[in-house]
């Protein structure tokens, strides 16, 4: 899991918190790590294409993730699911993705809220 603030723009979704570590940040754009958002109705989206806010068939899904993964096999393939998705829809995504060439999948969280180490407060 990792916590990636840089990739929250596209479609909304309540992730989960988790104390994972932050991606690095890559400067160049082909490297940018593909996304594919699972939203609260279980619809799916991915950060490539003409409108990265236009929910997308599985067929689509998985011909735009194979094509991306032909021109870059180790690029970072991540899954950013609302924490309202049940649990076998984001597993049906993930297979998606690595029935199109994903290697490995990673999932977006948030990070945790910081602890107070004050007493009392």
């Known amino acids: 899991m990792v916590t990636a603030p840089m ?3 596209g479609v909304k979704v309540d992730l989960p918190a988790a104390g994972a570590e932050p ?20 619809l ?3 950060n ?3 409108d990265p806010a236009a929910a997308l068939s599985e067929q689509l899904v998985f011909e735009q993730t194979s094509a991306v993964l032909r021109r870059n096999p180790q690029l ?8 309202a998705v049940a ?3 984001v597993m049906s995504a993930m297979v998606l993705l ?3 060439g994903a290697r490995k999948i990673g999932f977006l969280t948030d990070p945790l809220p910081p602890i107070d180490d004050a007493p009392g407060t």
Do not use: E, F, H
């Not at 690095?24 to 109705?41: E, F, G, W």
């Open 87 to 89: 649990y076998g829809r």
């Open 76 to 83: 970072d393939v991540l899954v950013k699911a609302d924490t």
């Open 48 to 50: 490539r294409g003409d």
């Open 98 to 100: 690595q029935r199109a």
């Open 7 to 9: 990739l929250t723009q």
């Open 23 to 42: 991606l690095p940040a890559s400067q160049n754009p082909q490297d940018k790590p593909l996304v594919l958002s699972v939203d609260r109705a279980g």
């Open 44 to 46: 799916l989206y991915l």
